[in-house]
């Protein structure tokens, strides 16, 4: 079993930048892919970004791309969110996720979820 750690959310105010990162449990994060997901209040959840085992690959979500990055260090089992240019219709939860398989085709296309989840942090960002 895989436990995940979200920290670094808060309250911004628009256009300014956080990061978030989210620790992983156990020896086994070089072999977990890794994704950010977010859930605004009302709203489904929808995927923020991904990125594979050694980072060779790293996809976004069209609304994020461009002014957030994805990246990870396997040495300290973490997994980061840089977000810039922070938009009011960011605010949300935003949970790391995590499956040893690779099928982002379908985590993008929401018909298939990760398997090991963290509960979240929130980030609020003020217009």
């Known amino acids: 079993q895989v436990q995940l750690v979200e920290s670094g959310g808060g309250l911004v105010q628009a256009g300014d930048s956080l990061r978030l990162s989210c620790v992983a449990s156990?020896?086994?994060?070089?072999?977990?892919?890794m994704g950010w997901f977010r859930q605004a209040p009302g709203k489904e959840r929808e995927i923020v970004a991904v990125?594979?085992?050694?980072?060779?690959?790293?996809l976004y979500a069209d609304s994020v791309r461009g002014r957030f990055t994805i990246s990870r260090d396997n040495a300290q089992n973490t997994v980061y969110l840089q977000m810039n240019s922070l938009k009011p219709e960011d605010t949300a939860v935003y949970s790391c996720?995590?499956?040893?398989?690779?099928?982002?085709?379908?985590?993008?296309?929401?018909?298939?979820?990760?398997?090991?989840w963290g509960k979240g942090t929130l980030v609020t960002v003020s217009s």
């Open positions: 996720a995590a499956d040893p398989g690779w099928a982002a085709m379908n985590w993008f296309r929401g018909v298939a979820t990760m398997r090991y």
């Open positions: 156990g020896d086994t994060f070089s072999t977990l892919h």
């Open positions: 990125i594979s085992t050694t980072s060779t690959t790293t």
